[in-house]
């Protein structure tokens, strides 16, 4: 329908002269325009762009092409009695462009309807009340008055934001051509009252609210005319807030935020498509937020015990749900003779059901949309759900009742419920392995299912399976394909007891056992799927991981340059101590000879650490390979020595055992208890050296006058005191329940009271830490369970303290000063004086402990040495062959790991995948498995080798 842009113009619109301004311009762009190359797309159910003559952004040209695209849209969809409400937020450059794109609806005989005014809101009720036979709303606005954008919004016919998989036929239909013609706006395009005091006559009966007080927060496009207008209706004090790039964590918080510093009484979030909303209510001072099916849970508690009108109207009558809605309101329903009706797709159900729609009370999916008895078309109404739920507030203020005291008295009258949804990134042959071991072991996370269902849709791609466990929990699986999407949908129910010593502390929900322990279950499942999936898909490290640690090596290596600029810096320049380092090895042979088996001993503390670690995981029923052990323990020193206080090298550990299938628990156990004698020993050692120190090093240590002494002494005691209080916090933390209960219920009360880290669901975390907790208790009372095994471990952590590499390198570099002239002998005395360097340096935060080492090395160990030149000959020896060449043989040995995991994730994909194709020749040509750890081991051997002969080669030549 090409047409002359200057004719046909609705004469009685007051911007005309706009329009045909903007036909105008549009006459200029059309010769000027290139090949376009058609970019907009609708994310979110939004399309956001700026305003510009490019073909890539919004203007008459592309807007017009929009329009023919919606159409296309409409078509694939087969869309009967296609009904189009296009309207705008009354900005100048809205409407015009709202114009052009229903022009181009109407070319191609989409009946389109205008709002009568410039005042629409974009709640998707504004339309839905009026006309129940549209097939959606395309609601222009414009975000921000003083920028170029403009924001285009897609509803579809049930009111909510156009979904991913609707947008997906939409942009598929996007091409890279266009049609160079715009559709002029027809005079003949209907006009419907959609303005703000249309759809308000639609909400509910007028009443006083003004006993509370209300924040409210959304998105950026939300009309506040209308938000004005509909508070004023209730006489409701309130305080709104916006924000730009909405998620729904972000709007309940700000709201609640908003709401503490306002002081009041609820705090709403409107989602991002404005069709629902979040709520939390202030309860004892904290802001409790309750989900969806809680609201409709406390909605039908309402109307069953305290609206005495709408009780005898409610029976008989339906609640219709969807899967994924929760069941706490089925059980409240059925006690009251009120019948449950689930579907999958409950819109459509309610759409074709003419006796559904006639006799429900309400519909709900549990998690976006609630339909409350009253509501015209089956929409969901976010004000006018909203306005029943603030009389309901109000109400019970009344009577100095919140919603949340409600939701504990529906669990004392029904017995304790609990409903969650939770998402995994999984992808479709992962959760084909998942659903099979479901199906084939009727068992997981060490729980019996007793019966199994296959959930069916219509949709061949979506897959889904309904477990119920022995203790009657419910979890649906439900994946997504196309989204590498698994929803796991977790329903559970305690039968309310009849005995009343059973009714523990049912005021509050946090502090109920059996509320928890259901939660506790919830996170063994959600758990043993998360390990499931990692243990099925590996994790990629992220670009701030490499960021974080190039930066510790980065200063792990300044530190060093700075050490042979000033430590390490004789008369001469930085190089004259390698020189004379370097003539002293080849003048003393023994030395020379020793070198190479001094450095080996490095390993002692790697080959200790191993059989400790073995030894913990072997006690919890863990099959280890001792490979696996030595690996982990080697590849743990360069993290330890590039992180501050060196804390990495149990990570690492942790990183590789649990990519050799080590069970998580067990793992964090055995971490925790290793590091738990770490401290035991660092602090038993300083107790008993530290004393012997002060006859040994007395000079050094108890010399007041000098702040290098006073400074070492300090730095010992605070060491020995951090030792002590670091095995108390590991050790409580690892046994006692009391304090890990006492702590849990502090970090909740945090969570509740501080604005900036408001929880949506406490007692969730609460039973997360419970859970982690329980585990860690449990795995380290298997660890430590006698006497005869404490002591076994706490030998092999204090092995590497007695065998230190360090002294025999002093004696046998002839440096040191001779037996009779060191308290206790040239070994002994060594040990004490390391004792001492351990302590003062526990509380170093350098990489490692690297710098402080060296300098604290220096004045601890002057007094072994005849001169201060030869303590620092000997300090960077030190340095050199247990610091750097041990971190540099890690790194390499890590980065051989690192490439050889990633070959093993790339043949194990390959498996997975064959494992769900048929067995043919071509399969059987296939390799499985990789050869890259053979290869490089043989390698290492022979690059240790020509080392080491080389090494001898050069001195012995």
Same mark, same amino acid.
């Given at each position: 329908?090409n ?22 311009n ?13 970019? *907009? ?5 939004? @399309? ?28 694939l ?8 409400l ?15 794109f229903?022009?181009?609806?109407? +070319? ?10 410039n ?19 395309v ?8 920028k ?50 249309k759809?308000?006559s ?12 209300? +924040?409210i ?13 509909f ?37 709403? +979030?409107?989602?991002q ?46 609640i ?39 006799g ?51 669990n ?9 949804v939770?998402?995994?990134y ?7 392995? *998942? ?7 009727m ?47 977790f329903?559970?129910h ?25 939660i ?21 490290? +992220? ?18 340059i ?24 080849? #003048? ?17 503390p ?6 400790? @670690?073995?030894?913990?995981l ?40 649990r990519r ?11 971490? *925790? ?32 006058s ?5 400074t ?23 046994f ?9 219920k ?12 408001i ?71 060594? @040990? ?49 062959m ?20 990633k ?15 048929? #067995? ?6 296939i ?6 750890y ?12 020509? @080392? ?8 012995m030549?």
């Open positions: 329908m047409k002359d842009p200057s004719k046909n113009i609705n004469p009685d619109m007051s911007d005309n002269n706009i329009f045909l301004k903007s036909v105008k549009f006459t200029n762009l059309k010769g000027s325009i290139n090949e376009p190359s058609f970019s *907009l797309e609708i994310i979110n159910g939004r @399309i956001i762009s700026k305003i510009d003559n490019d073909s890539n952004f919004i203007n008459e040209l592309t807007i017009s092409n929009i329009g023919d695209k919606f159409v296309s849209y409409l078509k969809m087969k869309l009967n009695n296609k009904k189009v296009v309207a705008s937020d009354g900005n100048l450059d809205s409407k015009v462009f709202s114009q052009i229903a022009s181009s609806l109407k +070319s191609n005989n989409i009946k389109v309807f205008f709002n009568v005014n005042e629409t809101n974009n709640f998707a009720a504004s339309f839905s009340n009026i006309d129940s036979t549209f097939n959606g709303m609601f222009f606005s414009k975000p921000y008055e003083k170029k954008i403009l924001l285009i919004s897609f509803f579809d016919h049930n009111g909510s934001l156009m979904t991913s998989e609707h947008a997906l036929l939409f942009n598929e239909n996007i091409t890279k051509t266009m049609d160079l013609n715009l559709k002029a706006y027809d005079e003949k395009i209907d006009m419907i009252d959609s303005s703000n005091e759809y308000l639609t909400l509910g009966d007028l009443q006083d609210l003004s006993n509370i007080g209300v +924040s927060n959304s998105s950026y496009d939300m009309n506040p005319k209308i938000i004005n207008n508070f004023s209706r209730f006489n409701i004090k309130y305080s709104k807030s916006t924000t730009t790039k909405p998620t729904a964590n972000k709007n309940i918080k700000r709201a609640i935020f908003n709401s503490i510093k306002n002081k009041d009484d609820v705090a709403v +979030s409107f989602l498509d404005n069709n629902t909303f979040e709520l939390a209510i202030k309860h004892k001072k904290q802001y409790k937020y309750l989900s969806l099916n809680d609201l409709t849970a406390i909605y039908l508690y309402y109307k069953i015990k305290y609206d005495n009108n709408e009780y005898e109207k409610i029976q008989n009558k339906y219709v749900m969807s899967g994924s809605a929760g069941k706490l309101v089925s059980i409240v329903a059925k006690k009251n003779n009120i019948k449950v009706v689930k579907y999958d797709d409950f819109y459509s159900e309610l759409s074709n059901n003419k006796d559904l729609q006639l429900s009370l309400l519909a709900t999916n549990g998690k976006n949309y609630l339909i409350t008895k009253g509501q015209k078309n089956y929409i969901s109404d976010p004000l006018y759900n909203l306005q029943l739920f603030l009389k309901i507030i109000s109400f019970f203020k009344e009577q100095n009742k919140t919603l949340y005291d409600i939701l504990v008295e529906i004392m009258v029904y017995g304790i419920y609990r409903h969650s939770s998402e995994q999984i992808d479709d042959l992962t959760a084909r392995k *998942l659903f099979h071991i479901l199906t084939s072991e068992k997981f996370a060490d729980q019996k299912i007793i019966r199994l269902t296959k959930i069916d849709f219509k949709d061949n791609d979506i897959r889904g399976i309904k477990a119920i466990f022995i203790d009657k929990t419910e979890i649906e699986f439900i994946h997504l394909p196309k989204q590498d999407l698994l929803k796991i949908y329903s559970s305690i039968e309310k007891s009849q005995k009343e010593n059973d009714q523990e502390e049912l005021t509050s929900l946090e502090k109920n056992k059996n509320y928890i322990n259901l506790v279950r919830e996170k063994m499942i959600l758990e043993s799927v998360k390990v499931f999936k990692d243990d099925q898909t590996k994790t990629k490290t +992220s670009w701030k991981d490499y960021f974080k640690y190039f930066t510790f090596i980065l200063i792990f290596f300044l530190i060093f700075i050490l042979f600029n000033t430590i390490y810096n004789i008369d001469g320049g930085p190089e004259v101590i390698f020189i004379k380092l370097n003539q002293l090895i080849m #003048e003393n042979k023994t030395l020379m000879h020793l070198i190479p088996l001094i450095l080996l001993l490095f390993l002692v790697t080959i200790c650490n191993s059989i400790l @670690i073995g030894r913990m072997r006690v919890q029923g863990q099959k280890v390979k001792t490979r696996h052990l030595v690996v982990s323990s080697m590849i743990g020193i360069v993290i330890s020595n590039i992180t501050p206080l060196s804390i990495g090298g149990d990570l690492a550990g942790y990183w590789y055992l050799k299938s080590f069970e998580r628990g067990p793992l964090i156990a055995t971490f *925790l208890a290793s590091s738990l004698l770490y401290q035991v020993v660092g602090a038993i050692t300083s107790l008993i050296f530290i004393p012997i120190g002060f006859i040994a090093y007395g000079d050094i240590l108890l010399n007041f000098s702040p290098i002494s006073i070492i002494l300090s730095l010992s005691l605070i060491g020995f005191l951090g030792n002590v209080i670091g095995a108390i916090f590991i050790g409580i933390f690892s006692s329940e009391k304090t890990q209960s006492f702590f849990i502090i970090w909740i009360s945090l969570i509740a009271w501080i604005p900036f880290i929880s949506r669901d406490p007692n969730s975390k609460a039973a997360s830490f419970q859970y982690e907790f329980s585990k860690i208790r449990s795995s380290s009372l298997m660890i430590f369970q006698n006497i005869r095994l404490s002591l076994e471990f706490c030998f092999w952590r204090i092995v590497p303290f007695f065998i230190n590499p360090a002294a025999f390198l002093a004696i046998a570099s002839g440096m040191m000063k001779p037996n009779s002239d060191l308290w206790g002998g040239q070994y002994i005395n060594f @040990i004490i004086a390391s004792s001492i360097l351990q302590a003062a340096n526990a509380i170093s935060i350098t990489p490692g402990g690297s710098g402080t080492s060296q300098f604290l090395q220096i004045e601890i160990f002057s007094k072994m040495f005849s001169n201060w030149e030869d303590n620092k000959m000997f300090s960077l020896l030190s340095t050199i247990f610091s750097i060449i041990p971190t540099v043989v890690s790194a390499l040995m890590l980065l051989t790991v690192w490439i050889g995991e070959r093993l994730d790339k043949y194990d994909k390959i498996k997975r995948v064959l494992i769900y194709e048929d #067995e043919n020749q071509q399969n059987k040509s390799r499985k498995y990789t050869r890259f053979k290869i490089a081991f043989i390698i290492w051997i022979l690059s240790l080798a020509i @080392i080491f002969i080389g090494y001898y080669a050069i001195y030549s």
